[in-house]
């Protein structure tokens, strides 16, 4: 639950839980992500991008040293930190350039980044909004990987409008990319209910917008057609968000460096998923279980939803989301709120 904010001189991490919530590096930066704690030291990472110097800079924070050093010999388009589970069960990033998609592992002896899906043809004109990987190949430590990874990008027919397309890729190198939607307002790569330790392949979980305005959500389930590609079954279930009752509300953003895609915000934690509708700040929350998308709570924050995230809550139990939100009086202000999804079911 960790925020970054940084500029040119220091770097502030704000936690929603800690006293005091805000800490102050003398770490500048063009831009910077926080891990999770990896280890029961609690020890985090900061990795940092210059983009003047095309350089990624790991800090580890309780020591403020610098881990690792990566000089850029291409352009990095996106990035993000990546659970353990998703590259051989150490602190892993995802760094996307027009050539591909790279796992880089700081802690690792070689820290060399090693790409994981090329991107080809089909998504090299494709502005990246947001990337996340799903499934496991079953493995453990350092021969545990993701299964597949999952590209929201714009579409170029869509005239800049809210609509995305979700872009599916196998986790093997010389992937093969798959076009899942051209129509979508968010998506995410959801657990499919009663998976164990074997290798299992996600649930590709995404929202489309009906003809009346309301909210269509939408559940399919990934297959692999070979190594080096993957498929999507018809939809299995679906659940109607009705928007109606929020049709008149429209809460302005935030100047947003990445713009106001996607529309909907889509998250998961085991079987708990919630959608986010940000500029009706509303909140919907599904259990996913076998027979279907059961509802578990729906709420109106009253805000623009800048940015969400999930976590297991520490006080209640369960799954917890974590909101980032624009000030509804005035836009350039934050707000943080959590929602326990297990105090909602109680």
């Excluded at 129509?183 to 959801?190: M, S």
């Excluded at 953003?253 to 998250?267: D, N, Q, S």
């Excluded at 709420?299 to 999930?310: K, Q, S």
Aim: net charge negative.
């Amino acid at each position: 639950g960790a925020i970054s904010i940084c500029g040119s001189e220091k770097t502030i991490i704000w936690r929603d839980d800690n006293v005091p919530p805000g800490l102050t590096y003398p770490i500048g930066a063009s831009g910077a992500i926080v891990s999770d704690h990896m280890d029961e030291d609690g020890s985090e990472f900061l990795c940092c991008f210059l983009a003047k110097e095309k350089r990624m800079v790991v800090f580890e924070l309780s020591t403020r040293t610098v881990v690792v050093e990566l000089q850029m010999t291409t352009k990095l388009n996106y990035w993000r930190f990546l659970p353990p589970e998703a590259g051989e069960d150490t602190l892993c990033f995802m760094l996307v350039t027009p050539v591909g998609g790279f796992h880089w592992m700081p802690l690792d002896e070689s820290p060399r980044p090693r790409q994981v899906w090329k991107r080809g043809p089909e998504l090299q004109s494709k502005k990246l909004v947001s990337y996340e990987e799903g499934g496991t190949n079953g493995l453990d430590g350092p021969d545990m990987l993701s299964k597949v990874g999952m590209l929201l990008v714009t579409n170029s027919s869509a005239g800049g409008g809210s609509r995305l397309e979700s872009w599916l890729l196998p986790i093997c190198g010389d992937s093969q990319p798959v076009c899942a939607s051209e129509d979508v307002l968010g998506a995410c790569l959801c657990r499919p209910p009663d998976v164990g330790y074997e290798a299992w392949m996600p649930l590709l979980l995404f929202v489309v917008e009906a003809e009346n305005g309301d909210l269509v959500v939408c559940v399919s389930a990934v297959t692999e057609t070979s190594e080096v590609s993957v498929g999507l079954t018809e939809v299995m279930t679906d659940a109607l968000i009705e928007m109606a009752p929020y049709q008149e509300l429209d809460y302005e953003a935030p100047p947003l460096a990445m713009g106001t895609w996607p529309e909907v915000l889509c998250c998961s934690l085991g079987s708990t998923i919630v959608i986010i509708a940000r500029r009706k700040g509303l909140v919907v929350a599904y259990e996913l279980a076998d027979t279907g998308l059961e509802l578990i709570a729906q709420e109106h924050v009253g805000h623009f939803v800048v940015d969400a995230v999930m976590r297991y809550s520490v006080v209640e139990g369960g799954a917890e989301i974590v909101l980032l939100m624009a000030d509804s009086e005035n836009p350039r202000d934050g707000r943080v709120g959590t929602f326990c999804f297990r105090a909602a079911l109680g």
